[in-house]
């Protein structure tokens, strides 16, 4: 399989627990992202990475949020400190970029569920 | 900030019946793209368009790109019950030497059959 690969796909835990979620970009890819997408609504852009770079994490993003991407491959994303509010689908993608006219196509993966119970 | 609007939010329509979904941008776009997620699914690309007024059709799928680059539609001619999913448009915003992209809220289609 050489799509973007998640894990886990499902995950249920307690409030006040920390999660991590891995994902595998496409090979080739050297754009990551991760957004966050709950139900009736769009992907929300959380963060991304340009190889292993850190580019932007969103302003909506509270401290307890910690992406990684430490050799520029597969990337983590934790949440400390779970909420009931950060139950939502967790959405990894990747892309090849060259430039901003060249445009950006995203390959999503199939997600991480997360409930926060 | 930018934002990326769709209308409508939903839209019901008998199989066979067109169905038409509209982007819009608060600032120009390099470029825009599609995206479908199927009910479970996750969103899934249908095709980019880079050129101010640029038509695309994949078979009864005909989209569009409006001349100032911050709009574009989506048309499906037709309608059949493999089409029902949420199509997310997508652009590209432009800060320093990198962008990001982020989504519209999306259109759910219902297709009644």
């Known amino acids: 399989d050489t799509g973007v690969s998640q894990n886990p796909r499902h995950k249920i835990t307690k409030r006040g627990q920390n999660v991590t979620f891995r994902c595998d970009p496409i090979?080739?890819?050297?754009?990551l992202y991760w957004y966050r997408q709950t139900l009736g609504q769009g992907p929300e852009f959380l963060t991304y990475f340009q190889n292993e770079a850190q580019l932007e994490k969103s302003r909506l993003l509270s401290d307890r949020f910690s992406a990684e991407r430490p050799k520029g491959s597969f990337s983590t994303l934790e949440i400390q400190r779970t909420e009931q509010g950060d139950s939502a689908m967790y959405l990894c993608?990747?892309?090849?970029?060259?430039?901003?006219?060249?445009?950006?196509?995203?390959?999503f993966g199939e997600g991480s569920w997360l409930t926060v119970v | 900030g930018q934002q990326v609007m769709q209308i409508p939010q939903y839209q019901h329509v008998q199989e066979g019946e067109d169905f038409t979904t509209y982007c819009n941008s608060s600032t120009t776009l390099s470029n825009i793209q599609w995206y479908k997620q199927r009910p479970g699914g996750h969103p899934v690309f249908l095709i980019q368009l880079v050129k101010s007024g640029e038509v695309k059709k994949q078979k009864r799928l005909t989209f569009q790109f409006g001349e100032a680059k911050k709009n574009s539609s989506l048309h499906i001619t037709a309608t059949q019950t493999t089409d029902v999913g949420t199509y997310f448009c997508?652009?590209?915003?432009?800060?320093?030497?990198?962008?990001?992209?982020?989504f519209g809220p999306g259109t759910s289609l219902s297709v009644i059959p």
């Open positions: 993608a990747s892309s090849l970029f060259y430039s901003p006219n060249s445009g950006n196509t995203i390959y």
């Open positions: 090979s080739e890819h050297n754009r």
């Open positions: 997508a652009g590209p915003v432009v800060k320093t030497s990198y962008d990001k992209v982020i």
